[in-house]
């Protein structure tokens, strides 16, 4: 029998993506996922180092499965422990000083390689040693052309890498460093992996990048194509009923891209997009490219393209040097936009980026506090924004199984979680579904109610999710 593998993935939907591609990767080359890290022979972890906290769980997991370990310190029976993903690629072989157990470093663009890795580790156990495999470059060949080109164990929402890493350093920002320089992949190779989640039970599909918008992949006829007209093809494909995107930068938010939303009924009415500050001083130290007002600009124009569009961002306070003045007008920027949800950081200083060296740290205290204040602000607008759904019929493309039973979880356009029973009308929403094109494990979990769009009237809202009542069907998959 295969090895048994288990992957962990920490961070951002690109780490998800990749955690499901080497997952593939492994079944292919015949071993065997387990969802329990104790079961597992081989310890995946796909890590993340965009805060000090992220990078640094990565350590305590390590000493945890060490600790967990019934097979004692011999090396050829303990788990072969593998780091893959950006704390890899930042750290490398340093990660080996810290924590000696691990055997394999693998950066995010060189997991192609992993079954080879694991192989070369295998090899020196037998031989009595320690493996040691360390593989931090960045290759020519995009790894996505060495990956299984057939995608599987696809969820009813899916994501899709279509461009990688970023020139646009940030002053706070590892990611340049972590994933290398922007890259975009083909058209084609873009549109055949669609076409082949979608077959696989895919509706929707999240179409991802560190720079997503500033995707400028090559098309059939070797021209640089954009998002938007990217947006438009695989919102083509039969049976897909839902696309998104994330994440974009306000400097690549382009006419098209905009228009987009008014003209491509798929491409679903939200956007997560970071402004990180409300104050133009701040925002030029970050090097962020744009200022407050282009950013009010943007939202303004993406509201008359698309007027219920929700709006999503990151916030970062604390940057170096944030006065109490530059913290009031991110409040206020909150305040004049008013978004459907946000995430707020308090700044982190990353080794190797520009702005850990500024003298002017802000105290711990400071962060905390202002951060406080700034959630609460988020936390409210938030609340009334999932407020305006009650009484509303939303669609509603459920995901997976909720904590009642018979209770499902699906996602609204505006990316809210919703609840709702499909259960008690079960037998009236039943109708013959052309599930012809999924095999048998997804039309089971299709015939339970995941993978379905379905009319939903929200009758409660919490800060972070509503809550429904099944109306019906919205027609089957191959309706889109
Ligand atoms: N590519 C995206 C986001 C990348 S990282 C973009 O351009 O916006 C996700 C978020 O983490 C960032 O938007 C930022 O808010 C936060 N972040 C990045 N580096 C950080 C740091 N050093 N400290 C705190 N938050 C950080
Ligand atoms: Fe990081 Fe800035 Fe690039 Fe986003 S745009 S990934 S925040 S450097
Ligand atoms: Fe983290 Fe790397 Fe994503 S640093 S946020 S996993 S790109």
Same mark, same amino acid.
Request: hydrophobic share 35%.
């Given at each position: 029998?295969?090895?048994?593998?288990?992957?962990?993935?920490?961070?951002?939907?690109?780490?998800?993506?990749?955690?499901?591609?080497?997952?593939?990767?492994?079944?292919?080359?015949?071993?065997?996922?387990?969802?329990?890290?104790?079961?597992?022979?081989?310890?995946?972890?796909?890590?993340?180092?965009?805060?000090?906290?992220?990078?640094?769980?990565?350590?305590? #997991? %390590?000493?945890?499965?060490?600790?967990?370990?019934? =097979?004692?310190? $011999?090396?050829?029976?303990?788990? *072969?422990?593998?780091? +893959?993903?950006?704390?890899?690629?930042?750290?490398?072989?340093?990660?080996?000083?810290?924590?000696?157990?691990?055997?394999?470093?693998?950066?995010?663009?060189?997991?192609?390689?992993?079954?080879?890795?694991?192989?070369?580790?295998?090899?020196?156990?037998?031989?009595?040693?320690?493996?040691?495999?360390?593989?931090?470059?960045?290759?020519?060949?995009?790894?996505?052309?060495?990956?299984?080109?057939?995608?599987?164990?696809?969820?009813?929402?899916?994501?899709?890498?279509?461009?990688?890493?970023?020139?646009?350093?940030?002053?706070?920002?590892?990611?340049?460093?972590?994933?290398?320089?922007?890259?975009?992949?083909?058209?084609? #190779? %873009?549109?055949?992996?669609?076409?082949?989640?979608? =077959?696989?039970? $895919?509706?929707?599909?999240?179409? *991802?990048?560190?720079? +997503?918008?500033?995707?400028?992949?090559?098309?059939?006829?070797?021209?640089?194509?954009?998002?938007a007209t990217l947006i438009k093809h695989i919102a083509d494909?039969?049976?897909?009923?839902?696309?998104?995107?994330?994440?974009?930068?306000?400097?690549?938010?382009?006419?098209?891209?905009?228009?987009?939303?008014?003209?491509?009924?798929?491409?679903?009415?939200?956007?997560?997009?970071?402004?990180?500050?409300?104050?133009?001083?701040?925002?030029?130290?970050?090097?962020?490219?744009?200022?407050?007002?282009?950013?009010?600009?943007?939202?303004?124009?993406?509201?008359?393209?698309?007027?219920?569009?929700?709006?999503?961002?990151?916030?970062?306070?604390?940057?170096?040097?944030?006065?109490?003045?530059?913290?009031?007008?991110?409040?206020?920027?909150?305040?004049?936009?008013?978004?459907?949800?946000?995430?707020?950081?308090?700044?982190?200083?990353?080794?190797?980026?520009?702005?850990?060296?500024?003298?002017?740290?802000?105290?711990?205290?400071?962060?905390?506090?202002?951060?406080?204040?700034?959630?609460?602000?988020?936390?409210?607008?938030?609340?009334?924004?999932?407020?305006?759904?009650?009484?509303?019929?939303?669609?509603?493309?459920?995901?997976?199984?909720?904590?009642?039973?018979?209770?499902?979880?699906?996602?609204?356009?505006?990316?809210?979680?919703?609840?709702?029973?499909?259960?008690?009308?079960?037998?009236?929403?039943?109708?013959?579904?052309?599930?012809?094109?999924?095999?048998?494990?997804?039309?089971?979990?299709?015939?339970?109610?995941?993978?379905?769009?379905?009319?939903?009237?929200?009758?409660?809202?919490?800060?972070?999710?509503?809550?429904?009542?099944?109306?019906?069907?919205?027609?089957?998959?191959?309706?889109?």
């Open positions: 029998m295969g090895k048994r593998f288990y992957i962990k993935s920490y961070g951002c939907q690109m780490n998800v993506y990749d955690s499901e591609r080497m997952s593939e990767l492994m079944c292919k080359s015949g071993y065997k996922p387990v969802g329990e890290v104790t079961e597992a022979e081989i310890i995946i972890l796909n890590t993340c180092h965009i805060r000090e906290k992220a990078a640094e769980k990565v350590y305590s #997991d %390590i000493g945890r499965i060490r600790a967990q370990s019934k =097979s004692g310190s $011999a090396i050829q029976t303990s788990p *072969l422990i593998a780091i +893959v993903g950006c704390v890899a690629q930042a750290e490398g072989e340093e990660i080996i000083r810290r924590a000696p157990a691990v055997e394999i470093v693998m950066g995010p663009q060189s997991y192609q390689n992993l079954p080879a890795a694991i192989h070369e580790v295998e090899e020196a156990r037998r031989a009595g040693n320690k493996g040691k495999v360390i593989i931090t470059d960045f290759p020519t060949k995009s790894k996505f052309e060495q990956l299984p080109g057939r995608r599987s164990g696809v969820q009813p929402s899916a994501f899709l890498t279509i461009q990688e890493g970023c020139d646009k350093f940030c002053s706070f920002c590892v990611v340049p460093y972590t994933r290398g320089a922007e890259f975009s992949r083909p058209v084609e #190779d %873009i549109l055949f992996e669609a076409r082949n989640l979608v =077959s696989n039970g $895919a509706q929707e599909i999240t179409l *991802l990048g560190q720079n +997503v918008n500033a995707f400028h992949g090559l098309d059939v006829e070797g021209q640089k194509s954009d998002l494909i039969e049976g897909l009923s839902r696309v998104r995107y994330t994440t974009s930068h306000p400097k690549d938010m382009t006419e098209a891209l905009i228009e987009a939303h008014r003209t491509i009924p798929e491409c679903m009415p939200y956007l997560h997009l970071p402004v990180q500050s409300g104050s133009d001083r701040i925002l030029e130290a970050m090097n962020r490219q744009h200022t407050r007002s282009d950013y009010i600009k943007i939202v303004k124009r993406l509201r008359a393209a698309r007027p219920d569009i929700a709006l999503s961002s990151d916030f970062i306070v604390g940057f170096p040097g944030e006065t109490d003045d530059d913290f009031e007008q991110t409040l206020d920027l909150v305040r004049e936009v008013s978004f459907a949800q946000a995430y707020s950081f308090k700044y982190s200083p990353r080794p190797g980026t520009p702005s850990a060296e500024k003298k002017e740290q802000i105290s711990e205290s400071v962060k905390s506090e202002r951060l406080a204040r700034l959630q609460t602000l988020l936390k409210e607008d938030q609340m009334k924004f999932n407020q305006t759904m009650i009484g509303r019929v939303l669609p509603v493309l459920f995901e997976r199984e909720g904590r009642e039973v018979g209770q499902l979880v699906g996602r609204s356009p505006y990316m809210q979680a919703v609840h709702a029973e499909l259960h008690p009308d079960r037998e009236r929403g039943r109708i013959d579904y052309d599930n012809s094109a999924l095999d048998e494990d997804h039309c089971e979990s299709y015939n339970s109610g995941i993978g379905r769009l379905c009319a939903v009237k929200i009758v409660k809202a919490g800060p972070n999710s509503l809550a429904g009542v099944f109306e019906s069907e919205l027609g089957d998959r191959s309706a889109a």
